[in-house]
């Protein structure tokens, strides 16, 4: 089994900031890409920022310059540091990790439970 325990969110004016955390743990063997999705309420879910092991990272639109995304590999944690944020990024928040453990040769998908965001004054 894999757990994705995420962290970080909360309540910020417009223009604060907030970093997130995810950390994976369990039946994992390599994790080739982790990201950031978020879903605001009545709207479909949307990326917002991925890394791969490598540290290739790819970004929405909406929120180059402001976002950024990292990872500690060693400790199978991705990070996103939201600034300047505004209240269109008010949603809540998913962790998903694209991985393979010990028993398929494949990759599999998992997502976390998600955190809210709030930005509001």
């Known amino acids: 089994q894999v757990q994705l325990v995420e962290s970080g969110g909360g309540l910020v004016q417009p223009g604060g900031s907030l970093r997130l955390s995810c950390a994976a743990s369990?039946?994992?063997?390599?994790?080739?890409?982790m990201g950031w999705y978020r879903q605001a309420p009545g709207k479909q879910r949307e990326l917002v920022a991925t890394?791969?092991?490598?540290?290739?990272?790819n970004y929405a639109d909406s929120v180059k310059g402001r976002f950024t995304i990292s990872r500690d590999n060693a400790k199978n944690t991705v990070f996103l540091q939201m600034n300047s944020l505004k209240p269109e990024d008010t949603a809540v928040y998913y962790c998903?990790?694209?991985?393979?453990?010990?028993?398929?040769?494949?990759?599999?998908?998992?997502w976390g439970k998600g955190t809210l965001v709030t930005v509001s004054s």
């Open positions: 369990g039946s994992i063997f390599s994790i080739y890409a």
């Open positions: 998903k990790i694209t991985y393979s453990d010990y028993s398929a040769p494949y990759h599999m998908d998992y």
């Open positions: 890394i791969t092991s490598g540290g290739s990272t």
